[in-house]
C-alpha cells in the first residue's frame, strides 16, 4: 500500500451516464497526476496538478472529462456522457519532494 | 513528444535464469527513467529508477543500465524467482518546474517458470 487511496475500486455503468472516480494522494504530496491505462498499455497521462491548480492536461482529455483538486488535497476525475471507448483503468499517482510517482489501486470502468 | 519503446512484449525464463528488458526513448531532454512492476489487477510499483547522470544502478538482483548517446536503457533482473512474473514498463521522464512530464513503454509481461 502506497498511501494513494482511489474509489471507488469498480465502476460499470451504461454508455450515456456521467461517472466520477475520487483519489486521495498522500497526505504532504502536493503534486498530483490522472493516468488511464488500457489493456496491455503502459499508462497514459491525463492531467497533473500542483496543489489545487490543474497546470497541464492531455489532448487525450477531451471536453467529457474534467479533473479538480479544491483545497489541493483529494482529487476527483468526471467523465460525462460515458462511451464504451472510455472503459480502462484510472490511475492516479502523487509525488511529494522527489521524483517518484506513488499510484493508487486505480478505479477499473466498464462502460456497457 | 516523447515516444517510449519497450521490447520484448512477452519474456520467459526459467526460475534462476536472467531476463533482460530494453527501452528506447527519442526525446534527449528526457532525465530521469524509472522502472514499474504491476501485478495482475494491481498499482504499478516503482521497482528501481535512474538518472541521466548515472549510467547504472544496482538494487539486489536489479540493475538499470543508461546509455544517453544511444538514448536506451535497459532492466535487468538476476537470479529470477517465480514471484518476479509480473509486467515490467519503462518510462522516460523529463523535468519542468516541478511538472514531471513521463512517458511510459508498453510493458513487458515476465513470465518465470519453476
Known sequence: ?112 | GENVEQHPSTLSVQEGDSAVIKCTYSDSASNYFPWYKQELGKRPQLIIDIRSNVGEKKDQRIAVTLNKTAKHFSLHITETQPEDSAVYFCAASVSSGGYQKVTFGTGTKLQVIP
Open chain 1, 1 to 112: 500500500d502506497t498511501g494513494v487511496s482511489q474509489d471507488p475500486r469498480h465502476k460499470i455503468t451504461k454508455r450515456g451516464q456521467n461517472v466520477t472516480f475520487r483519489c486521495d494522494p498522500i497526505s504532504e504530496h502536493n503534486r498530483l497526476y490522472w493516468y488511464r491505462q488500457t489493456l496491455g498499455q503502459g499508462p497514459e497521462f491525463l492531467t497533473y496538478f500542483q496543489n489545487e491548480a490543474q497546470l497541464e492536461k492531455s489532448r487525450l482529455l477531451s471536453d467529457r472529462f474534467s479533473a479538480e483538486r479544491p483545497k489541493g488535497s483529494f482529487s476527483t476525475l468526471e467523465i460525462q456522457r460515458t462511451e464504451q471507448g472510455d472503459s480502462a483503468m484510472y490511475l492516479c499517482a502523487s509525488i511529494g519532494l522527489g521524483e517518484t510517482q506513488y499510484f493508487g489501486p486505480g478505479t477499473r470502468l466498464l462502460v456497457l
